[in-house]
């Protein structure tokens, strides 16, 4: 073997060969980028359908306090009493910290892997242009959504931020927080970020599982834009409704 001039005088050890003995079928599965990418289209799925109920939800805030604050309740009682308090709302939230745990390292992952192929350039400026367009969207709005993620749960789950927080009040806890404008701008912001992330997602969801019959590309293209604009438009109400006075304490 030969030693470089770093290695003289060192003992060189042998480089392990790499075991080519399979592993368990999904451990092997995500070891491709085609296993990569189904791992971000299932945990996008299951975060798709969090964001859905969870501006579903809020939306009871319409109803007045009392309805919002029970719905939070409700949520910490649910399958009770087959499963005590909160058990239930614990294993949801433990699936959701499992799914965009995952779809972060999957969307990093991907990201390494893309790079590095980069090598090899797209056939067509085009199809380099719209690729290169989309993944830079998806980063971008993902960094943002993430560290809305992280400062929302501060605001409204662990203390508040500005105001008297205040637990198991969440309409409250809302209106007080969405009332300062500069909590409601990054709410605003966020949201309008979460809305690239969702309709880009949406799409390339059916891509990444093999969903692309050509004659359900303006189906595709239609849900995308539906879902996206259902979301974005119902949780930009809610900093909207309450600068404007429509929900207030
Ligand atoms: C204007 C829009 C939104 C409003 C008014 C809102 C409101 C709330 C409230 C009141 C809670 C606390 C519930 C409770 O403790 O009972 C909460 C928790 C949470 N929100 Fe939001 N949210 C909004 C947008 C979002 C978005 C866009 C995401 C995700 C991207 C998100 C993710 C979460 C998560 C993960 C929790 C913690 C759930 C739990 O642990 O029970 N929220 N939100």
Do not use: C
């Amino acid at each position: 073997m030969a030693a470089t001039t770093a290695d003289r005088g060192s003992t060189v050890r042998p480089i392990k060969p790499r075991s080519n003995r399979p592993g368990p079928f999904l451990v092997d599965l995500y070891r491709s980028s085609v296993g990569k990418k189904y791992v971000m289209a299932l945990t996008g799925l299951a975060i798709l359908g969090f964001v859905f109920f969870h501006m579903l939800g809020n939306l009871k805030m319409y109803l007045g306090a009392e309805d919002f604050n029970h719905y939070g309740e409700w949520l910490r009682e649910l399958l009770v009493p087959f499963v005590p308090r909160t058990v239930a709302l614990w294993l949801l939230r433990v699936g959701l910290i499992g799914a965009v745990g995952l779809h972060v390292l999957s969307a990093y992952q991907l990201t390494v892997i893309n790079r590095k192929a980069r090598a090899t350039k797209y056939q067509g400026r085009r199809d380099y242009l719209a690729a290169n367009y989309a993944s830079r969207t998806m980063r971008w709005s993902g960094v943002i959504v993430g560290l809305f993620l992280v400062w929302h749960l501060f605001d409204l789950t662990f203390t508040g931020t500005g105001y008297h927080y205040v637990r198991g009040l969440p309409y409250e806890n809302v209106a007080l927080s969405l009332g300062r404008a500069w909590n409601a701008v990054i709410y605003i912001v966020a949201n309008l970020a979460l809305g690239f992330h969702l309709f880009h997602g949406t799409w390339s969801l059916f891509q990444s599982m093999g969903w692309n019959n050509p004659r359900f590309n303006a189906w595709r293209r239609g849900f995308a834009a539906a879902f996206t604009a259902l979301v974005v438009i119902g949780n930009l109400s809610f900093p909207i409704a309450v600068l404007t006075g429509v929900v207030s304490t």
